[in-house]
């Protein structure tokens, strides 16, 4: 059995191992796409095929639409494109796991094109093109992670890779946000049609950051000539290229090699992912959690397809904001990054696994119950309190996501503000609240800079995850000694006042004595981070 249009006509044997397959017609949908496109998503990684792919592909096992994706590649060495959408065409094998250890295995096959979004790749970059000054084309979708929208880098200066674009213009530039600039250049001049542009990438207001990219890209080009005056302004206007915002959730882990095996066994052939060029892990099979949020602000000029029909909430801004405060400051990315923080220094490898441990759920549930729900946002749609029940008792625990701390702490200086710092700024600006009477937030805070020392509550060396601050950070505890407090001098003040980092300046906030000190016990000894945890723990 092959994962392909062709394999699947041996319909009985996919049917003997319970895999769902195709009730469409797929050549039919394929040329459907190229003469009439809708949609076209850029990013194609195991979020994007094994739920937004999945969405969509609902909808044509339902007769609700006629057209595919069409996917772009933007991965480095477009490996995906090589290695997974051309053997496969474009098809992904999804399989979902359930608690019990069961899985539900389903082929998703609504991508209709798939692409490598280079000019390198002439004929790819000209069918990319086309699409766009297609008038049927409604939406353009992201999943490119929220460094995928920087222009600038830390220094504040243009990133090196965009000065290279802003100097060659829409014809030979090769980054996602120039490359969808100048596919809106290419639309304007032949049609003008109107377009959504839709962020579904984990960042708060995503759409907000999405424009101010695109339009960026288009007011360089224009100071350089490549574009008009008039193309800078139709793209501002938001009754022609429109920026929804939304809120997306959905557990879709590195694909683990027990997952591959068990879908070999089966008799899927070629099922072992594969290490990529920058040692990423890439697999035809996306393994995923059941449950999944997707929030989207309906707001469509030229129209969409059903996405309600396949369970996305489609609604209004506030509402989204709403969602996406709900879940990145209160009810899920705070907890994910504590356990992030305190698995990588208690030596977990999963995140299921901690669950286990009754001080790490005690610590979440105490951060997301306790300190969390008193200023929680509640969009009305989903409910703050069920939906945090649902992620400590079913999501986290499920020991069947293969998961890890250590990829959940990628990235954890550019986490802080939003996870922890929102909730500390509510506290400091509400009016019967105090921020200095949280504990366990600024537990987590200084968990984070325990974690900085690159060393295990065993003592031994450990690997940080990769930040693009880690370096500067880990600079400024030099002088603090593991096992010797004493060490700690005022290394730690510009940390704890840059609001940047923390999302408040900490000494405003009333917080930083109590950070430095938790630092300090955290930092005594082999065990300090298991001994330190418990004592303030026994206080609840």
């Known amino acids: 059995m092959k994962l392909n249009y062709v394999g699947l006509q041996d319909t009985a044997a996919w049917e003997a191992a319970n895999i769902e397959t195709l009730k469409f017609d797929w050549p039919a949908m394929v040329a459907q796409t190229e003469e009439t496109p809708t949609w076209v998503h850029f990013g194609s990684g195991n979020l994007f095929r094994g739920f937004i792919a999945r969405l969509h592909h609902d909808l044509l096992q339902k007769g609700l639409v006629k057209e595919g994706i069409v996917a772009c590649d933007t991965s480095t060495g477009y490996e995906i494109y090589e290695k997974l959408f051309v053997p496969n065409d474009c098809m992904t094998l999804l399989a979902a796991l359930k608690a019990d250890g069961s899985i539900e295995k389903s082929v998703v096959a609504s991508l209709g094109m798939g692409l490598r979004s280079n000019p390198m790749y002439t004929e790819e970059f000209a069918k990319l093109k086309a699409v766009f000054e297609n008038p049927s084309l409604q939406m353009v979708s992201y999943t490119i992670t929220e460094k995928g929208y920087a222009l600038l880098g830390l220094d504040g200066e243009v990133l090196p890779k965009l000065a290279e674009d802003f100097k060659a213009g829409p014809d030979q530039c090769t980054q996602v946000m120039s490359v969808s600039t100048a596919m809106l250049w290419a639309r304007f001049q032949a049609c003008a049609a109107p377009i959504a542009m839709v962020s579904m990438d984990n960042c708060s207001h995503n759409g907000e950051k999405l424009r101010a990219s695109l339009v960026g890209v288009a007011k360089a080009w224009q100071e350089a000539g490549f574009v008009s005056p008039?193309?800078?302004?139709?793209?501002?206007?938001?009754?022609?290229?429109?920026?929804?915002?939304?809120?997306?959730?959905?557990?879709?882990?590195?694909?683990?090699?027990?997952?591959?095996d068990l879908l070999e066994k089966d008799?899927?052939?070629?099922?072992?992912?594969?290490?990529?060029?920058?040692?990423?892990?890439?697999?035809?099979?996306?393994?995923?959690?059941?449950?999944?949020?997707?929030?989207?602000?309906?707001?469509?000029?030229?129209?969409?397809?059903?996405?309600?029909?396949?369970?996305?909430?489609?609604?209004?801004?506030?509402?989204?904001?709403?969602?996406?405060?709900?879940?990145?400051?209160?009810?899920?990315?705070?907890?994910?990054?504590?356990?992030?923080?305190?698995?990588?220094?208690?030596?977990y490898s999963r995140i299921a696994q901690e669950l286990k441990d009754a001080d790490l759920k005690k610590l979440i549930e105490t951060i997301g119950y306790q300190e969390g729900m008193p200023v929680v946002v509640d969009p009305k749609i989903i409910a703050p309190k069920a939906f945090i029940k649902e992620v400590i008792e079913q999501r986290f625990p499920n020991p069947f996501i293969p998961d890890e701390p250590q990829r959940i702490a990628t990235d954890t200086s550019q986490k802080v503000p939003v996870r922890f710092g929102e909730t500390i700024k509510s506290y400091h600006n509400h009016p019967e609240l105090e921020a200095s009477s949280l504990t366990f937030i600024p537990l987590v805070l200084a968990g984070f800079l325990r974690y900085l020392m690159a060393i295990d509550d065993e003592g031994q060396p450990m690997t940080c995850s990769q930040d693009p601050m880690l370096d500067v950070l880990q600079a400024q505890l030099s002088g603090i000694a593991f096992g010797k407090p004493e060490t700690?001098?005022?290394?730690?003040?510009?940390?704890?006042?840059?609001?940047?980092?923390?999302?408040?300046?900490?000494?405003?906030?009333g917080l930083s004595d109590k950070v430095q000190g938790m630092f300090k016990e955290l930092i005594a000894g082999p065990h300090a981070v298991r001994s330190t945890l418990q004592r303030y723990l026994a206080q609840v």
């Open 488 to 509: 700690v001098g005022d290394q730690l003040l510009p940390l704890l006042t840059n609001a940047n980092l923390f999302g408040i300046d900490l000494v405003e906030a």
């Open 267 to 347: 008799g899927v052939e070629e099922m072992q992912p594969l290490l990529t060029c920058k040692k990423s892990v890439i697999a035809p099979f996306v393994n995923a959690e059941i449950p999944e949020y997707l929030v989207i602000e309906d707001s469509f000029p030229n129209g969409r397809p059903p996405l309600e029909e396949a369970g996305v909430y489609m609604t209004n801004r506030e509402t989204v904001n709403d969602s996406e405060r709900m879940k990145v400051t209160t009810c899920l990315n705070p907890l994910h990054t504590t356990l992030a923080v305190y698995g990588c220094l208690l030596g």
């Open 230 to 260: 008039e193309f800078v302004t139709w793209i501002e206007d938001e009754k022609n290229v429109a920026f929804p915002w939304s809120m997306i959730d959905k557990i879709t882990p590195r694909s683990a090699n027990e997952v591959a």
